[in-house]
């Protein structure tokens, strides 16, 4: 049978998502405690890949498991999970799903934020890029609507990726501020490795002056990773919503 399982998990203390060797990752840690409980090998799938110290307040995982149980999506069991799992991941439902139900290639969207703090904030620093200069919102905004226009983010991409394509189909992209906190959501069908904090670096390029919207637009058609600005610090990013 295969189920669904939906989970939050702080990454400052792990190397992304994915299994990796030498190295603690959040899905090895689930794995290993669902495997645990249910007294056989469990591999569950994400929705995706977070990088070392990402953050996610709603990832979305499947994995099989040898037979029907319906303890298995009962409040004990997952209460029993959450016991077992480390204070810094929680699963907020188990469910059955259709066989053919894949985590990562059903997903219609995903959604991301980035958070900038540019006052000093001792109550957000780890989820919170602290960026203490000013920042001209308008035109960042301005660029996020150019962004929208492209599909090929191959200047985002990180060297090395082992991306089929550099194609995404961008559905939301905008700053907003409130007081000294600053909130960039990009929703898009796929993302690139890296690529939402390469896109914020350049946007801070942008809204600090140091480039211009027609250098934006040269940045995103050379298609060259080393034309656009700096991959800024991963704790300040949130994998925030995955929609089927």
């Not at 997952?78 to 699963?91: A, R, T």
């Not at 219609?108 to 000013?134: A, C, N, V």
């Not at 890296?194 to 942008?206: E, I, K």
Request: net charge positive.
């Amino acid at each position: 049978m295969r189920y669904k399982i939906e989970l939050a998990y702080n990454g400052k203390n792990y190397h992304g998502w994915q299994v990796q060797p030498n190295a603690i990752t959040v899905q090895e840690v689930l794995n290993r405690c669902l495997t645990t409980l249910l007294r056989q090998p469990i591999e569950t799938l994400g929705c995706g890949r977070t990088d070392t110290g990402v953050h996610a307040s709603h990832f979305v995982a499947h994995f099989d498991c040898q037979s029907a149980d319906a303890a298995l999506i009962s409040q004990p069991f997952l209460q029993k999970l959450n016991k077992f799992l480390p204070p810094d991941i929680v699963v907020f439902s188990i469910e059955q799903a259709a066989d053919d139900f894949n985590a990562r290639f059903d997903a219609k969207s995903r959604t991301y934020k980035y958070l900038i703090h540019t006052r000093k904030d001792p109550f957000i620093g780890e989820s919170s890029w602290f960026f203490p200069y000013k920042l001209d919102l308008d035109l960042m905004n301005q660029g996020a609507k150019i962004l929208m226009e492209y599909s090929d983010f191959a200047s985002f991409c990180k060297a090395g990726a082992d991306n089929g394509t550099t194609i995404c189909k961008l559905m939301e992209c905008n700053f907003v501020q409130e007081g000294h906190r600053i909130t960039f959501t990009i929703k898009a069908d796929r993302f690139l490795r890296n690529m939402v904090r390469a896109v914020t670096g350049t946007l801070t390029d942008l809204g600090t002056g140091k480039i211009t919207i027609a250098d934006l637009r040269k940045i995103l058609e050379s298609k060259n990773r080393s034309s656009a600005g700096q991959s800024v610090p991963a704790h300040g990013l949130s994998l925030v919503y995955v929609e089927y």
